[in-house]
């Protein structure tokens, strides 16, 4: 099996706040089924800790994977990045090897496969909520499955403003509105970006009807938004979905440095790391 490092061996997933993830039980299921002797812890770190942490990292380290808010601080820090990151502007892996502090977006194939997984595999019109990095990586996400139309509703409207020169550079036209504020919408999909419990919108019950929502929180479960699903009937993709799919990407970064290329026995990986939420 190709290693990124030799020697490295230690990996942890980084944020503010972490205590909530399941990260480490997905990745250690999966070093566990591959027979690889790694560590993945959890560290609370902030955007300002942030360089000090990845300075501090010795040779033991193969690699980081990041959630809020780290996203976009991480990348002046980087050395390379891959392509997906330089078009969304948002990391959540980093590689560390003898290339230096690599950074790659596994998010955009996660939201994607998490789609495809569900049984849509096109989008016309999308409603994202929250205007941040990974409002980002949805909308690249849902262009991969031809959405041509996005209205991202915000709380600060003039923070989420870039996301329409993203969408412009994946041939999507984007539109934001203020937070809650999407009324005579009738997107395919509803994306929620918003960290769990943060949610406050009530959504009309032909919305929920009609348009499928992805929730990207899993923590509480199920969100509010859910549960406005759930009472119509309406089709969900829970956001465990995106946590094992973007998370199957990271392993392949770490494994063989290269979020393209597939794990050895990777069917059995993911069942791994399903039974090991479900356990």
Not at 106 to 116: C, L, M, N
Not at 117 to 146: E, K, M, N
Not at 155 to 178: C, H, I, N, Q
Request: net charge negative; hydrophobic share 45%.
């Amino acid at each position: 099996m190709p290693d990124p490092g030799a020697g490295r061996t230690r990996l942890a997933v980084l944020g503010s706040p972490i205590e909530h993830s399941k990260s480490p039980l997905i990745h250690r299921a999966a070093y566990a089924l591959l027979g690889l002797p790694w560590s993945y812890e959890r560290a609370e770190v902030t955007g300002a800790e942030l360089a000090d942490y990845l300075g501090s990292r010795d040779a033991s380290w193969r690699g980081l994977s990041l959630t809020m808010p780290l996203k976009r601080e991480v990348l002046p820090l980087l050395t390379e990045r891959d392509a997906v990151v330089d078009a969304v502007g948002a990391a959540n892996t980093v590689l560390l090897d003898d290339h230096g502090i690599r950074g790659f977006n596994t998010d955009v194939a996660g939201v994607e496969r998490s789609f495809r997984d569900a049984g849509v595999p096109a989008l016309d019109s999308v409603l994202v909520l929250g205007g941040g990095a990974t409002a980002a990586s949805v909308i690249a996400g849902v262009a991969r499955l031809g959405a041509t139309l996005v209205t991202v509703s915000a709380r600060t409207p003039a923070r989420a403003e870039p996301l329409v020169a993203l969408g412009a550079r994946l041939g999507a036209e984007v539109r934001v509105r203020p937070w809650g504020d999407f009324g005579g919408l009738s997107p395919d999909a509803v994306v929620s970006t918003v960290p769990g419990g943060t949610n406050d919108l009530e959504f009309a019950p032909a919305l929920r009807a009609e348009s499928v929502l992805f929730d990207v929180a899993y923590d509480p479960w199920p969100s509010a938004a859910a549960r406005q699903w759930t009472d119509v009937g309406g089709r969900l993709i829970p956001g465990i979905d995106l946590l094992v799919n973007q998370a199957v990407g990271q392993i392949r970064v770490f494994v063989s440095g290269d979020p393209e290329t597939a794990l050895p026995r990777e069917d059995e990986v993911v069942a791994a790391m399903r039974a090991a939420l479900a356990g």
